[in-house]
């Protein structure tokens, strides 16, 4: 006889019931981060859209990219659409990320998920075009991060492609997420180095004047990997996860909700609203 068969009924964990609350758990932390990613997406409006209200290319280098460079009419006009896109990218992310709007809208869904998965495919190549181009802070393997990062947005948004030519949504889906996440990878970033500085009250694990170092390096891939790993862990359990699986899964999601919000106060804190 096996453990779980001595145990009663009613004091076993319920699979069903944990499953909800997993559901629970991730809906928060999206609804945390999406929150987040309109601030920032009104941030790059502000900041790069000065230009057409009068203010001049100048405008643009309020933020530490140094974006606008005199004389360098093709990496202005490549930084240029990447902020525009970046803001595409968010507003599209957070239409089809709405359950209602999929459901009740679907003509409207299929349109903007084609616009979002093109949009994040030149988003992608301007990100790598620019870092080509000009280069970027940090180091070759901080560059590399950046860059792996945009070879992911490619691939998952391909496939999230494919699978809907093909109908099979829920593999579809799936890689849709993907493709928010890595989307969001540059989001990450900000937020992950926030959340680090907040916590540790110093540049712990790197240099701020060259802003090199170990963290950093390891920042510059876990902005698109780690998220990419909760997620799956996440729909593992949801498919095939017990009760205590699942119910680890909401708890580990909450924690991160709470993280992912303390990054987004101190990003807007100390990062955005002082350059607004």
Same mark, same amino acid.
């Given at each position: 006889?096996?453990?779980?068969?001595?145990?009663?009924?009613?004091?076993?964990?319920?699979?069903?019931?944990?499953?909800?609350?997993?559901?629970?758990?991730?809906?928060?932390?999206?609804?945390?981060?999406?929150?987040?990613?309109?601030?920032?997406?009104?941030?790059?409006?502000?900041?790069?859209?000065?230009?057409?209200?009068?203010?001049?290319?100048?405008?643009?280098?309020?933020?530490?990219?140094?974006?606008?460079?005199?004389?360098?009419?093709?990496?202005?006009?490549?930084?240029?659409?990447?902020?525009?896109?970046?803001?595409?990218?968010?507003?599209?992310? @957070?239409? !089809? &990320?709405?359950?209602?709007?999929?459901? /009740?809208?679907? *003509?409207?869904? %299929? +349109?903007?998920?084609?616009?979002?998965?093109?949009?994040?495919?030149?988003?992608?190549?301007?990100?790598?075009?620019?870092?080509?181009?000009?280069?970027?802070?940090?180091?070759?393997?901080?560059?590399?991060?950046?860059?792996?990062?945009?070879?992911?947005?490619?691939?998952?948004?391909?496939?999230?492609?494919?699978?809907?030519?093909?109908?099979?949504?829920?593999?579809?889906?799936?890689?849709?997420?993907?493709?928010?996440?890595?989307?969001?990878?540059?989001?990450?970033?900000?937020?992950?180095?926030?959340?680090?500085?907040?916590?540790?009250?110093?540049?712990?694990?790197?240099?701020?004047?060259?802003?090199?170092?170990?963290?950093?390096?390891?920042?510059?891939?876990?902005?698109?990997?780690?998220?990419?790993? @909760?997620? !799956? &862990?996440?729909?593992?359990?949801?498919? /095939?996860?017990? *009760?205590?699986? %699942? +119910?680890?899964?909401?708890?580990?999601?909450?924690?991160?909700?709470?993280?992912?919000?303390?990054?987004?106060?101190?990003?807007?804190?100390?990062?955005?609203?002082?350059?607004?």
């Amino acid at each position: 006889m096996s453990l779980a068969a001595t145990i009663p009924e009613t004091a076993r964990p319920d699979p069903t019931t944990a499953k909800r609350w997993l559901g629970r758990a991730g809906m928060a932390w999206l609804l945390v981060a999406l929150a987040g990613q309109m601030i920032f997406a009104l941030y790059v409006a502000v900041i790069y859209g000065g230009v057409l209200t009068g203010g001049g290319y100048e405008s643009w280098n309020r933020s530490p990219a140094q974006a606008y460079r005199p004389g360098d009419g093709f990496g202005n006009l490549i930084f240029g659409l990447h902020a525009i896109f970046s803001i595409v990218i968010i507003a599209g992310g @957070v239409a !089809q &990320l709405i359950p209602t709007l999929r459901q /009740r809208m679907p *003509a409207f869904h %299929r +349109w903007t998920g084609r616009t979002y998965m093109v949009s994040a495919a030149i988003l992608s190549l301007g990100g790598i075009a620019l870092i080509a181009w000009r280069g970027t802070v940090g180091n070759g393997i901080m560059h590399a991060g950046t860059i792996s990062n945009g070879i992911a947005i490619l691939i998952c948004a391909g496939m999230a492609w494919m699978l809907a030519r093909r109908r099979q949504f829920d593999a579809h889906r799936r890689w849709a997420l993907r493709l928010f996440l890595c989307v969001s990878g540059v989001w990450f970033f900000r937020v992950g180095l926030m959340a680090w500085l907040l916590t540790f009250r110093a540049p712990v694990g790197f240099d701020p004047k060259s802003f090199t170092g170990p963290f950093l390096e390891f920042l510059s891939f876990a902005q698109y990997l780690l998220p990419l790993a @909760v997620l !799956q &862990l996440y729909l593992h359990a949801m498919d /095939r996860g017990g *009760a205590v699986l %699942r +119910w680890g899964m909401a708890g580990l999601l909450t924690v991160l909700a709470l993280i992912t919000a303390f990054g987004i106060f101190g990003a807007t804190m100390g990062m955005w609203l002082p350059r607004l």
